[in-house]
């Protein structure tokens, strides 16, 4: 079954990748119930349930200075 909203909003997930962030911050700031950086480690890390509507996924991941952030697309149970 595809992740989505009440609203049919279809959701995905993201990752960081923690040995290319750089810790710049614009994930937090963009999608603060989603990403964190951590003040020791100055790494970003998902939080919450890791899930985003897909633009804003999608917004967040071309933000990235350093391209760390991925899409994980749900699991193809649903082929048409
Ligand atoms: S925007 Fe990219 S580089 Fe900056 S903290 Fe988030 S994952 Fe790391």
Same mark, same amino acid.
């Given at each position: 079954?595809?992740?989505?909203?009440?609203?049919?909003?279809?959701?995905?997930?993201v990752?960081?990748?923690?040995?290319?962030?750089? &810790?710049?911050?614009?994930?937090? @700031? *963009?999608?603060? $119930?989603?990403?964190?950086?951590?003040? #020791? =480690?100055v790494?970003? &890390?998902?939080?919450?349930?890791? @899930? *985003?509507?897909? $633009?804003r996924?999608?917004?967040?991941? #071309? =933000?990235?200075?350093?391209?760390?952030?991925?899409?994980?697309?749900?699991?193809?149970?649903?082929?048409?």
């Amino acid at each position: 079954m595809a992740d989505e909203t009440s609203d049919g909003v279809e959701l995905v997930g993201v990752q960081v990748n923690e040995d290319t962030c750089i &810790g710049a911050g614009q994930c937090e @700031m *963009l999608e603060e $119930d989603t990403f964190y950086v951590d003040d #020791d =480690t100055v790494i970003a &890390g998902v939080i919450g349930t890791g @899930m *985003l509507p897909r $633009d804003r996924a999608q917004k967040v991941v #071309d =933000t990235c200075p350093s391209r760390a952030i991925t899409i994980v697309e749900p699991a193809a149970e649903e082929e048409q």
